[in-house]
């Protein structure tokens, strides 16, 4: 067993000639890392830099443009996971910026917290068409193709817009060439797609990857493996969560979601089209694609794949290339209770975390039984 105590001790202790640049792409590991201090202690020599880890954050704007569309103009009730409400878009349609905007004007958009919540809504309104407005990476997609793959009502409907992590980090990766020097892998979406999800930064880009759990010893381990690898100039991919990541992930989970979806290109949110890295229906599940039932739209321009944001600057905080509280509007104009760009509306947006969390001092990682507790000032 390792204490906090110690990895601190040794982190510190590690001589480094430069900054030592980590990426880190997962909402919950930015949740920890912000909470415990973390930047506050390592801030001289260690940058820890948020990426793309939030579903909600990189959701495409035509996407979401579409589910304003269709739940003002079309006589179907969406539902979707209680944050995507809360998204903006740059433009208004028929006077919405979001999907909360279109709620309040009487369109029948309901939050949700699971697929199956979904399904019972339909079951329960057979004389409504229930759309499912379906947003997230591996993790979600998981049990989101669970739920697609059993006999459904034939009122319910999928908005799709599921994506894949790797492709994103790989595209953040080559797009950035030196500007990372570790990688710290999620750890829910190698519990499903596996450690060696993470081996092509190794083969491609020379760095150094550690997956990491939750808690603070789990993220601290992570910290001083990436760090000797740095100190002995070794490049490794080490499993720091492996009461749960297996190296080839969960066989059943995986089955899933290549039994209900196929791989396509698809647009992020501020990044663009990433080859590889969006879900589609398998053919045997295509009746439930909501597009097929409904006449497309054209949107803006600005909701075209690679044009970038106008308003706020959450593409380069998604990039890794801003700080949240670099950005100009971060805690003026833009606040959880009326978010100016994406990445303030999540629990896993960078920008909601560090707005959230405020000052964290790691003297607030403390020792309670056989597990650690962050306490908050």
């Not at 001790?9 to 001589?15: A, E, G, L, R």
Request: glycine share 6%; aromatic share 6%.
């Amino acid at each position: 067993m390792y204490s906090v105590e110690s990895l601190l001790s040794d982190i510190k202790n590690t001589s480094l000639s430069k900054p030592f640049r980590i990426l880190n792409v997962c909402g919950g590991h930015e949740r920890a890392i912000t909470r415990a201090g973390f930047r506050t202690l390592f801030q001289h020599n260690i940058h820890l830099i948020p990426g793309p880890g939030c579903p909600v954050c990189i959701c495409p704007e035509e996407d979401i443009a579409y589910a304003i569309h269709l739940a003002i103009n079309e006589n179907v009730v969406i539902v979707s996971f209680g944050d995507m409400l809360r998204v903006p878009v740059e433009y208004e349609i028929s006077g919405c910026s979001s999907l909360i905007d279109a709620k309040n004007q009487g369109a029948d958009i309901r939050p949700i917290s699971s697929p199956q919540e979904a399904v019972s809504i339909a079951l329960e309104e057979p004389r409504k068409v229930i759309v499912f407005f379906a947003v997230g990476f591996e993790t979600t997609m998981a049990p989101i193709a669970a739920t697609l793959l059993n006999d459904l009502p034939n009122n319910f409907r999928v908005l799709l817009s599921g994506r894949l992590t790797r492709p994103a980090v790989a595209h953040v990766l080559e797009s950035q060439p030196d500007t990372f020097d570790a990688l710290i892998a999620p750890g829910h979406v190698a519990t499903i797609m596996g450690s060696e999800e993470w081996q092509f930064a190794i083969d491609h880009h020379n760095l150094p990857v550690s997956i990491a759990g939750f808690h603070p010893e789990s993220l601290l381990l992570s910290l001083q493996t990436l760090i000797g690898n740095c100190s002995n100039k070794v490049v490794t991919l080490s499993n720091r969560y492996p009461e749960v990541v297996k190296q080839n992930g969960n066989a059943a989970a995986k089955a899933l979601i290549n039994k209900a979806f196929t791989i396509v290109d698809a647009h992020w949110r501020g990044i663009g089209v990433i080859p590889g890295s969006g879900f589609s229906f398998a053919s045997r599940l295509s009746h439930l694609d909501a597009t097929n039932d409904y006449a497309p739209v054209d949107f803006p321009s600005q909701c075209d794949q690679n044009v970038p944001e106008t308003t706020s600057p959450c593409e380069k905080v998604i990039l890794g290339k801003m700080a949240p509280d670099a950005c100009p509007f971060f805690g003026q104009e833009c606040k959880p209770a009326s978010p100016k760009g994406a990445c303030m509306v999540s629990d896993e947006g960078a920008c909601r975390i560090w707005y959230s969390s405020g000052e964290r001092s790691i003297t607030n990682v403390i020792k309670k039984g056989n597990t650690l507790k962050v306490e908050m000032k």
